[in-house]
């Protein structure tokens, strides 16, 4: 089975409504990005709609300031019927510096969706 149609990638730039009061990124906004980036490589590969069902544990190992890029990766690793398992890893790269670390990982449970909003194959029935 090939899962290569099953990623995406998106670069934000940290701006002050995306902080908390310490001028990190917020929690709440990063676990926005990563769900929405989990949705984007699930309906890029079952081209259905699709919505999360469950995130499994989230870290938050390193911050990502202020000005700083939060780079969102995803990627399906495995496909059941409806289900698909997505992994998605956020970065915080540093333009002054150069640099790019991993700040947090997740595993998102998905599930595609028909046209009535009910769980449907992933991929159509023969």
């Known amino acids: 089975m090939d899962l290569r149609g099953g990623r995406s990638s998106a670069s934000h730039l940290i701006m002050p409504n995306d902080t908390n009061p310490l001028g990190n990124l917020f929690g709440g906004r990063a ?9 984007l490589a699930a309906m890029r590969l079952s081209h259905k709609v699709a919505v ?10 390193v911050p990502i300031r202020l ?30 510096r150069a640099s790019r670390e991993l700040c947090t990982s997740g595993l998102f449970h998905m599930v ?3 046209e009535s909003g009910r769980p449907a194959p992933v991929f159509d029935e023969a």
């Open 31 to 39: 676990v926005e990005w990563m769900d929405i980036a989990a949705g």
């Open 112 to 114: 595609a969706l028909d």
């Open 67 to 96: 000005g700083d890029i939060a780079v969102v990766e995803s990627e399906v690793i495995s496909v059941g019927r409806s289900s698909l398992l997505v992994k998605v890893d956020m970065y915080r790269d540093n333009p002054r």
């Open 52 to 61: 999360t069902a469950s995130i499994e544990r989230l870290d938050f190992r």
